[in-house]
């Protein structure tokens, strides 16, 4: 059994940073590729950023590049995302995940490629 527990969320007004955390129990999680997704109400479930087993490959989706950057650590077992520069357009419950064994990098933002999801934390930008 795998369990990703997620933190960081918060209330912040625009331009302002977020650091979520997601801590992984219960699997090997080097060498894994693990990703963040979101979810604003009324609207499907988007793919955010993921990172390589090594950290050496990151994606981002193209509204978040140069604001968020997502990283690991394999010691602590635990992936991040810091957000920078913040915008309304942001506001949802930010997902961590982790990547079917043997799925391709090139299938990382497909959400039906993940088997293993957080529960999830709110994040919220105020204008």
């Known amino acids: 059994q795998v369990q990703l527990v997620e933190s960081g969320g918060g209330l912040v007004q625009a331009g302002a940073s977020l650091r979520l955390s997601c801590a992984a129990f219960?699997?090997?999680?080097?060498?894994?590729?693990m990703g963040w997704f979101r979810q604003a109400p009324g609207k499907e479930r988007e793919f955010v950023a993921a990172i390589n087993w090594s950290g050496e490959s990151t994606d981002y989706r193209d509204s978040v590049k140069g604001r968020f950057t997502i990283s690991r650590d394999n010691v602590k077992h635990t992936l991040y995302l810091q957000m920078n520069n913040l915008k309304p357009e942001d506001t949802a419950v930010y997902y961590c995940?982790?990547?079917?064994?043997?799925?391709?990098?090139?299938?990382?933002?497909?959400?039906?490629?993940?088997?293993?999801w957080g529960q999830g934390t709110q994040v919220t930008v105020s204008s």
């Open positions: 219960g699997r090997t999680f080097n060498n894994v590729i």
């Open positions: 995940a982790s990547l079917s064994n043997h799925t391709p990098w090139g299938m990382k933002k497909d959400s039906r490629r993940y088997d293993y």
